[in-house]
Every structure is written in structure tokens, then in C-alpha cells.
């Protein structure tokens, strides 16, 4: 992974001392709020409905075991002792006082993290797929190609205010992991005739107006993709509107002014850029590499994992469920759930943390990784190692055996914390996992994509989910819209809404009387809720979720 340079130090250092005084001149009175706002944003500090929060970077989601460590630190000395790890692969802490915030990036500088550019209207947080590096699949570790990117756009002078946000997300592989085309740019690292390059994807994005992004570039050689990038970014910079937030974002751009369009003055302005990138980027690029290098896998019998795996059923489920093929034969991924049935989406405590750290280092070449999809992921580990790593989870209640199961959820802090949020997102996850766990009907479920978000912004990625539940506030009551058939993979879709939402008490028994529609009119065992929408369409869904109107009709 990538190692602070000097340079990064003293420029981390200098930010800091920054923000640092811009805090004390806020408590003092010298700043107000109003005026103290675009600073603390470029600093990753929102205020929420209770309290500051400070959301801290996680690039491409990638950490080290001293760094997992330093997050439980945080946790535990200036939180309430947990962290939520988000959707954008960052980790939040909800409950930090404002004077304590810069003796928290101080200790975030220690170990090469920071939270700079996690809010604001600039280029936020460069995800990738946390597989990266170590998937069957790809076609290259897309991470190093990130990390180019995280240094281009941190401070980049012509994108510190934008008309708004800008989310890029990258992956090496076939198999979609980083929601590329639910970006504002998405970025699939292909190769042509031998040369590595990018497709590049634009225009995608969730919120009160979800579209799937579309392709401005079929491929760009990797030589000439910082400079095509500087050029979309800057052509959105130029004609974005700004009038309006809530058609501020490329997409909007994208769908007012035609894909083509937007093709033909990014292309003008690349003939503009690209002679002002003469070869320092690439350079950059050769020496980011270097921090990538895959790390000298060993060599191992796999006997005593094949036999724990024969003759322990509880550990042949976790293996069936969290674990991933590796490039390397003898090796595994392993997604460690904190998703426990009745918890709360992606908290995890100081302690596990602590404890997943450990393990990184005992058994995982010193990495961890975040998902999107708010776990963790230990992405080299040796198949014989499995037995004692699910043990050890079990002592901090990290084994669920849940992975891509209808209890692993994605949800949004909800209005339990944001000031945004219209209402509650987690209670409705804890409900819906503590009922299938009841009902002992997830496994036979099987796959099931469940993504919930408390307003209309989306950062559950509820318009992306296979059961997408939107919460809104309906004259002062909670009322939660259901999507179905959403997709946030290669054949990314956006759900369509089922009719009319349901109230706080109404919306667990409706995800029931759904799901079990589809063990009913699904052809095989094998066949997913996704392939059965995608077969039979909305209505025999509709029908299990309105029943009072069916039985009108008749």
C-alpha cells in the first residue's frame, strides 16, 4: 500500500495546523458558523442533528494493520468507542467535540490518513473494488491508478469549488464491485492490443435523480487518462449548473446536453490539456506501483482446511458465504461480516477493530479492506489459516456467516444522526435481519442485495439495491417506498418503485410477504430474486405487496 512521502507529511502537517487554528477562532467567536462551514467541510467535519461528525478518508479502501489500530483509538479516546464505515469506503465518527477534531487528524497524520476532501464540492474519496489486488478476476490492481488520482485532485486549484460534488470509482475487473456506473465518473481498466487503459463511464449517480452512467470513452490509454479526466471535470466545471444544487451534478449536465455533446467538448478540451502533461504523470504513476507490489504468498498444505471444512458445518457455512476465490490457488479473500443480525449496519467497535487488525497482521500480509458494501475484508489469506481466523472472529462476534445474504444491509445513518435524514434507516435494518433470522429462511433466500436510505440523497444506494426502501417523511410520519430490481453491478439498473409506502410498523412484515413471493414463483433453487424480477417483471411482487388492493380488483 501506499507510504507517505516527505512531502505528504509536511503537507498534512500544514493542513492541519491549518484547520487547527481555524477551530480555535470558531470556539472564540472570531468565526461564525456560516463563515467556519466551507472550512471545516474541506476538513470532512459536518454538523449533524446531535453533534459534529468527522468523516475520515479511506482511499480506494485500502488500510494497514497500525492504521486499522489508530481508527480504534480515535473511537475509543474521542468518540463513544465505535466507527461507522460508509459507503464511500471512509469511516465517520458521530460524536467527536469540535476542539478535539485537529488532535484527531493529528493522530490520523501519524499513520498517513486524513479527512481532507471527504465533504465540500470537490472530488471526493477515489474508490475502487476492495478486491483489488488480490480478485480472480481483474485485469489489473486498479489501486495504484487510484492513488494517481487521490494526489491529482487533493487541492487541485481548479476543482476546489465546484458546482457540486464529484465522486470517481475505479475497478480492474469484469465483475463490477465499485458501482462504477452509479458515479460521476467510473472508470474499468481494460486492456487493448497488449496496452492497459480505461473505459471511461460518466454521467452516473443516485439521489432525488438516479441515472446510470453512460460511456464517453470506449478506451483510454493510460498515458493520456489523468489528462482526459482534467478534461471532463473541468468541461463539467465550466457548463454545470450552478443555479440549482439539485441540478448541479454531471449527470444533469450529461442528460441536458446529450451524451455526445459532452463527448465532443471533452475531446475539444483535450487537445487543449494534454500538452501541458508531459510524462510526470506517468513517472508518478511507475514510482505509486512500486507501493502495490503483491506481497510473496506462502506455501502451505490445505489439508487442514479441507478438513475443517468437511466436518464443521458452522465453518462450512461461513466459507460457502464470506469467502472469494484468489488469484493465487492456495489463497482466499475473506469479507468479515459487521453486519450481525439486530446491529447496526457498518458500526464496528474499537475492540474488533483491534481484533481485525491483528488478524491482518497474524494472517493477512498486513492488509485490510473496506467495501462499499460497509465490511471488511482481509484480501490475501492462506486457505489453512481460515480455520483459526473464524475462531478468532467469533470471539468479537464477527463470524456471521452473511455475506450477500438479505441481512447484510447496506443502510445510511438515517435520521438517528443526519440532519438531512427524513427517517430512520437502521432501526428498519435491524428489524428486517432479526425477522429472516427468526424465520431461519436466509440461506435458502440466498442472494439478496437489501439497501435502505433515510432521504431522498440515497446514500444507502436504496435505487441500486434488489430491494431498494426509500424512508421519507409523509406529513410528519415516516412512510418507506419500495424499489425493486435495482443492480449495482455490470448490468447496473435502477429499481423500480412497487406503489405506495408503507409506515414504520407496516414496512418489515411487507419485505416479508416480497421475499417470501419469491420462494414461491421462483423456477429453481439457484435462481436469484434479481433473475426472477428480471423474469416475471412487477406484478406478482406488486400483488404479495398490496394484497388489500388485489382483492379490490377482484
Partial sequence: MYRYSEFDTEFLAERNAQFRAQVDRRIDGSLTEGEFKPLRLMNGVYLQLHAYMLRVAIPYGTLSSDQMRQLALLAEKWDRGYGHFTTRQNIQYNWPKLNDIPDMLDSLAEVGMHAIQTSGNTIRNVTADHFAGAAADEVADPRPYAELLRQWSTDHPEFQFMPRKFKIAITGAENDRAVIKAHDIGLQLIERDGVLGAKVIVGGGLGRTPMIGKTLSEYVAFDDLLAYLESTVSVWNQIGRRDNKYKARIKITVHEHGIDAIRAKVNERFLQVRPQFKGADMALLEEI???????????????????????????????????????????????????????????????????????????????????????????????????????????????????????????????????????????????????????????????????????????????????????LDRAGVENYQITLGGDATETAAVGERAGPGFSYDEIVPAIERLVLAYLDVRNSEEETFLESYRRLGLAPFKAALYPEAQADAA
Fill in 289 to 471: 506501483k512500486g507501493h502495490f507490489a503483491p506481497p510473496t504468498f506462502r506455501e502451505a498444505s490445505v489439508a487442514s482446511f479441507e478438513s475443517a471444512y468437511s466436518n464443521d458445518p458452522v465453518f462450512r457455512s461461513w466459507v460457502d458465504t464470506n469467502i472469494s476465490a484468489h488469484k493465487n490457488a492456495d489463497h482466499a479473500i475473506v469479507t468479515i461480516s459487521i453486519k450481525k443480525h439486530g446491529q447496526t449496519p457498518g458500526d464496528a467497535t474499537a475492540d474488533q477493530m483491534r481484533a481485525m487488525a491483528d488478524l491482518a497482521q497474524e494472517f493477512g500480509y498486513d492488509e485490510l479492506r473496506i467495501s462499499h458494501e460497509q465490511n471488511v475484508i482481509l484480501p490475501h489469506v492462506h486457505k489453512s489459516d481460515l480455520p483459526a481466523i473464524h475462531a478468532r472472529l467469533k470471539e468479537h462476534e464477527l463470524a456471521t456467516a452473511n455475506i450477500g445474504l438479505i441481512s447484510d444491509i447496506i443502510a445510511c445513518p438515517g435520521m438517528d444522526y443526519c440532519a438531512l435524514a427524513t427517517a430512520r434507516s437502521i432501526p428498519v435494518a435491524q428489524k428486517i435481519a432479526t425477522r429472516f433470522d427468526e424465520l431461519k429462511l436466509e440461506h435458502d433466500i440466498g442472494e439478496m442485495k437489501i439497501k435502505i436510505s433515510g432521504c431522498i440523497n440515497a446514500c444507502g444506494h436504496h435505487h441500486v439495491g434488489h430491494i431498494g426502501i426509500l424512508g
